[in-house]
């Protein structure tokens, strides 16, 4: 289940644009599972590079309120335009951010007033594969991977001469959805790096302009930090770093567990529901002042079980 934030609302995201995300606004998603005869909630809240400060605090505030009405039995997540999680990513089949939103008024394709754009293919594994939008230009492009040129009326699939047939196979398919979106109204072609002619043509539509450099996914130290309220006021104090023991973890405090890539805080059975609640929270304050602000955060009770976190303990 999908929700788009809207007026400080959640709105149903449609099935046929289930993995599609805006960069202008935050998401909603649950992913419910069986594991034998338990099921298991995973909330994640996205939160789009352009969205503003109203709709990252509204997507936090039901992350937590949808937690509640599970009866607190889910894992939240934090994910940001970017630097998403394996763990959300994989849930879709095609993960695909756009520019635009509710704000601009961009969120739906017509092709005779379409907006060009420029977009980048990569595998994440052999069944699902992520579709960024990047910058409009001809230093985009890059030999390892496929692009697709969008123009509305026509689109064209380009081939760097390193790019994998899986990658190959998953664009022809969605200039296909593209054409059958459209009602037939967008011409389809493929380019090979290679082709000299076919180049010309898909170059001539390409501006050359600079592009901005891409934030870089910093790795950070390993360390564990206690959240504790025992003396009135909130305080966070290092535990150990370098190091991630699992023994470091006690049953009445909020720990944040950084593993340099991504976060987690483990809420221990013995903590105030005024500690859960404040746990996103403390989180984002912590990660503002390391130099990984934006990596994936995952805040995990006791009572609950997660594999991310049981992979960075030792």
Known sequence: MVWRIKDFKLEVVRPEDIGKFFRGDSYVVLNAK???????????FWIGRESTSDEYG???Y??????TFLDDEAVQHREVDGFESDLFKSYFDRFETLAGGYASGFNHVKPNEYIPRLLVFHSIDRKSMELLEVPFSRRSLD?????????GGEAYQWNG????????????QFLQQLEDERNGRCKTE???????EGNKKFNSLLPDVEVKEKVKKEIGKKAIYRVSDEHGKMEISLVCENALPKSCLTSDDVFLIDSGSSLFVYIGPGCSRREK???LSHAHEYLQKTNHPFVPVTVVSNN???????????
């Not at 069986?34 to 994640?44: R, S």
């Not at 039901?62 to 937690?67: G, M, P, Q, R, S």
């Not at 030999?143 to 123009?151: G, N, P, W």
Request: glycine share 4%; proline share 0%.
């Open 304 to 314: 609950r079980q997660s594999k991310e976190l049981d992979k960075v303990l030792e």
């Open 62 to 67: 039901k992350t937590v309120e949808l937690d």
């Open 161 to 172: 001469r390193g790019s994998n047939k899986e990658e190959k196979f998953k664009a022809s």
């Open 190 to 196: 493929v380019i090979d790096e290679d082709d000299v």
């Open 277 to 279: 609640l404040d746990a």
């Open 58 to 60: 509204t997507a936090a």
């Open 34 to 44: 069986k594991n034998g005869n338990v099921v298991v909630y995973d909330i994640h």
């Open 143 to 151: 030999s390892t991977d496929v692009f697709v040129l969008d123009m």
